[in-house]
């Protein structure tokens, strides 16, 4: 089945050392986003990619960055992760630009 | 900016009855879309039901459907004949339509804070 994938589902980081998380597709999608769910909350756009044009949101802290070296994978990277950077980091394409999000299983980070 | 508010955080319901989630949004814009997504527990959101806004007809799939009342900005979910399968955390979330000149901002989806079902049998 088509699908979105990400990896690992959970990851255990220090404070302050550099992590990355993965996300693939086999559904072919142009877009790529990546939302950050912290506990309780509503999930939060940090950034997507429409093909190779990067979009970051105004209020995505400067520590998060991300790669999307070709249509099927599209990489996290927390460059200094601190505790409050603990969450479920969720991955998500659509078709193109206004269309329907399919999300993955997302990666639960904690932060020691 | 806009908003998406779901004011009930728990909710929950007898199996083979029927539930209503709440939901309200507020914009300005008159071209946007509502959906509701369903993330069952330690498993990925999944699309339950979507809504245009320009559509006056309410969206149905299978047991799920919405009550979008557009001049009210409420935009709520009635799950009918409750399966236990159901229980999952929903979310009501918005998004602008699309317009080439927006950029990324049409892309962005806007979630409201949940609402978590449980299913009695």
């Known amino acids: 089945d088509a699908m979105v994938i990400q990896n690992p589902r959970y990851q255990v980081t220090q404070f302050g050392k550099p992590v990355t998380l993965s996300c693939s597709q086999t559904?072919?999608?142009?877009?790529m986003y990546w939302y950050q769910q912290k506990s309780s909350q509503a999930p939060k756009l940090l950034f997507h990619y429409y093909d190779k044009d990067f979009n970051n949101e105004a209020d995505t802290p400067d520590n998060f960055q991300s790669r999307r070296p070709n249509t099927s994978f599209c990489f996290l990277d927390i460059r200094s992760p601190g505790l409050g950077d603990a969450a479920m980091y969720l991955c998500?394409?659509?078709?193109?630009?206004?269309?329907?999000?399919?999300f993955g299983p997302g990666t639960r980070l904690l932060v020691l | 900016a806009q908003t998406v508010t779901q004011s009930q955080p728990e909710m929950s319901v007898q199996e083979a009855e029927t539930v209503t989630l709440g939901c309200t949004y507020d914009t300005s814009e008159s071209d946007y879309y509502l959906f509701w997504y369903k993330q069952p527990p330690s498993r990925q959101m999944i699309l339950v039901i979507r809504?245009?806004?320009?559509?006056?007809q309410n969206a149905t799939e299978n047991r799920f459907s919405v009550n979008f009342q557009k001049a009210a900005k409420s935009f709520s979910l009635k799950i009918s004949d409750s399966q236990l399968g159901d229980a999952a955390m929903y979310f009501c979330?918005?998004?602008?339509?699309?317009?080439?000149?927006?950029?990324?901002?049409?892309?962005?989806?806007?979630f409201g804070t949940g609402t978590l079902l449980a299913v009695q049998p």
């Open positions: 809504q245009e806004a320009y559509k006056q």
């Open positions: 998500a394409t659509s078709r193109t630009r206004g269309e329907t999000q399919y």
């Open positions: 559904l072919n999608h142009n877009v």
């Open positions: 979330a918005y998004r602008r339509g699309f317009r080439p000149n927006y950029g990324g901002a049409t892309n962005k989806l806007i």
